[in-house]
């Protein structure tokens, strides 16, 4: 708990300077950072929704068939695996709307004469988005912890077993070890 609300407040100094400070920085020296930003949120589109196509095959075979009833599976696993791809989705879009916005926005005269303001308001979405898109990175780090636990629990589970078993003779169903000759 006490680590979220850390996170949370950084994350509004983090905002909150690039809103203040961000006046001075150019838009120029800005877009390559919009660009990195459209690249990572890229590739965590690609890797969850790998993910998504190694773990659940089946599932996304059935929901792409017409006509065929679409069996009820558990989609809490399905869940963690789409959210990162939905807000990296939503952060692509994002950028990409400033990306031809911007220009077209720096033909009046108006916002040319608050230049700073607009500068600022620049920088200040770049620092969300960029806050926005680290968070998603974390949620796709889920569920490869996830399987890792569970193979670090059933690797444990495994040892415990043969300890157990180890001097009794006994041979536990479905080891190598079990298999009739």
């Known amino acids: 708990m006490i680590a979220k609300i850390f996170a949370f407040i950084c994350s509004i100094a983090i905002v909150g300077l690039a809103?203040?400070?961000?006046?001075?920085?150019?838009?120029?020296?800005?877009?390559?950072?919009?660009?990195?930003?459209?690249a990572t949120a890229s590739i965590i589109f690609a890797v969850v929704g790998?993910?998504?196509?190694?773990?659940?095959?089946?599932?996304?075979?059935?929901?792409?068939?017409?006509?065929?009833?679409?069996?009820?599976?558990?989609?809490?696993?399905?869940?963690?695996?789409?959210?990162?791809?939905?807000h990296s989705t939503a952060i692509l879009c994002v950028v990409l709307l400033i990306g031809i916005i911007a220009p077209l926005l720096k033909r009046f005269d108006f916002l040319i004469e608050h230049v700073e303001v607009m500068r600022s308001l620049s920088y200040g979405s770049l620092a969300t988005l960029t806050l926005w898109q680290l968070w998603t990175v974390v949620l796709s780090l889920v569920p490869a912890d996830i399987i890792?636990?569970?193979?670090?629990?059933?690797?444990?589970?495994?040892?415990?077993?043969e300890q157990l078993t180890q001097n009794t003779g006994f041979v536990p169903r479905g080891t190598d070890n079990g298999s009739k000759d």
């Open 19 to 38: 809103f203040w400070q961000g006046r001075s920085v150019p838009f120029q020296e800005q877009w390559p950072l919009f660009e990195a930003l459209r």
């Open 148 to 161: 890792k636990t569970k193979a670090d629990h059933e690797e444990r589970q495994i040892s415990t077993v």
């Open 50 to 86: 790998a993910w998504l196509a190694i773990i659940y095959p089946d599932r996304l075979k059935i929901s792409f068939r017409k006509g065929e009833p679409s069996k009820p599976t558990n989609g809490s696993g399905m869940a963690r695996l789409f959210t990162p791809i939905v």
